[in-house]
């Protein structure tokens, strides 16, 4: 009996104990919890390099495979068919100069330059200029678009052969995509004025002239070698009328090398050689930038 009642009093002071702690509850957390072995606590395990892919890319043409339900012909069909393609490109080709050749009669010179803008080029290209002679013969050559080169080009530099030369081949029967080559060039030479010698020469736009020739270099040039061809440049310039175009990368490497070298010099030269108070630019920069008098060194 006495053992009940301490059992029963031992219950009620735990029960009494619980109740007097404050109580912690715990609810579910919903995060994501990374472990990573093998590393120092606060450190950030180093990225892995992805590895480089030197394999090239696929193009589009390797990308689609190769058509396994073509319908097999004879040989004679694909050549039909091939000609009748070149046929439809160079009666295209008639058909878009003859529009060129259109707006070049019919609009005046503001909005026919508006039109070359529209469809892709300058109305004082070489490429507009050979459209409109094409567009002009077109009356003439668009019954024999099915024997015509398909390329352009080569039906423009047809309109530049002399016209007996054009009657002949087509009395005799000769295709015109044959007359190709070296006896094009001799037909298209007899037609050339010699009244004027910069006809067969390219007009650049940009740089306001007929390009007539290329200056190649004979040797591996540094900045020493292009000042003697920069003032022969100069000199030729003031006395003829031509222009020397160089382009903006060369000029940009010769203003570095000229750097690089000034830079150097500087290094291995000692004294007053490199000081600008010093140096005579002339009246006008001294006038601007005054030195003094004192410390120039007569030579």
């Known amino acids: 009996m006495q053992n009940a009642i301490i059992a029963?009093?031992?219950?009620?002071?735990?029960?009494?104990?619980?109740?007097?702690?404050?109580?912690?509850?715990?609810?579910?957390v919903k995060a994501k919890v990374s472990v990573t072995a093998g590393t120092k606590p606060g450190k950030k395990a180093a990225p892995v390099p992805a590895a480089i892919n030197t394999n090239p890319k696929l193009s589009v043409e390797r990308a689609i495979e190769d058509d396994e339900n073509l319908v097999k012909h004879e040989r004679s069909h694909y050549v039909a068919e091939f000609k009748r393609g070149v046929e439809k490109t160079a009666r295209a080709t008639l058909e878009t100069c003859r529009v060129v050749y259109e707006a070049s009669r019919v609009l005046?010179?503001?909005?026919?330059?508006?039109?070359?803008?529209?469809?892709?080029?300058?109305?004082?290209?070489?490429?507009?200029?050979?459209?409109?002679?094409i567009g002009k013969v077109y009356p003439r050559f668009i019954q024999y678009a099915d024997q015509l080169p398909s390329a352009w080009t080569a039906i423009y530099q047809i309109t530049q052969i002399p016209a007996?030369?054009?009657?002949?081949?087509?009395?005799?029967?000769?295709?015109?995509?044959?007359?190709?080559?070296?006896?094009?060039?001799?037909?298209?030479?007899?037609?050339?004025?010699?009244?004027?010698?910069?006809?067969?020469?390219?007009?650049?736009?940009?740089?306001?002239?007929?390009?007539?020739?290329?200056?190649?270099?004979?040797?591996?040039?540094?900045?020493?070698?292009?000042?003697?061809?920069?003032?022969?440049?100069?000199?030729?310039?003031?006395?003829?009328?031509?222009?020397?175009?160089v382009s903006t990368a060369l000029k940009d490497l010769i203003t570095e090398a000229r750097l690089r070298r000034y830079e150097q010099n500087k290094k291995s030269f000692v004294g007053d050689t490199y000081r600008p108070d010093t140096w005579d630019m002339g009246e006008e920069a001294n006038a601007v930038l005054p030195r003094d008098e004192s410390e120039v060194v007569a030579v």
């Open 8 to 28: 029963t009093q031992t219950t009620n002071t735990a029960s009494e104990v619980a109740s007097a702690m404050p109580s912690i509850k715990l609810d579910s």
């Open 164 to 245: 007996d030369d054009f009657d002949a081949y087509i009395k005799h029967g000769k295709r015109l995509d044959e007359l190709k080559g070296k006896r094009l060039a001799e037909l298209t030479r007899k037609t050339m004025s010699t009244a004027d010698i910069t006809t067969p020469l390219p007009y650049d736009n940009k740089a306001g002239g007929h390009v007539f020739a290329k200056v190649v270099s004979s040797k591996k040039l540094d900045d020493k070698d292009w000042r003697a061809i920069e003032k022969a440049m100069n000199e030729m310039q003031a006395r003829l009328p031509v222009r020397f175009v």
């Open 108 to 133: 005046d010179n503001y909005q026919f330059q508006n039109f070359c803008t529209e469809v892709g080029y300058r109305d004082g290209s070489s490429s507009i200029r050979k459209f409109i002679a």
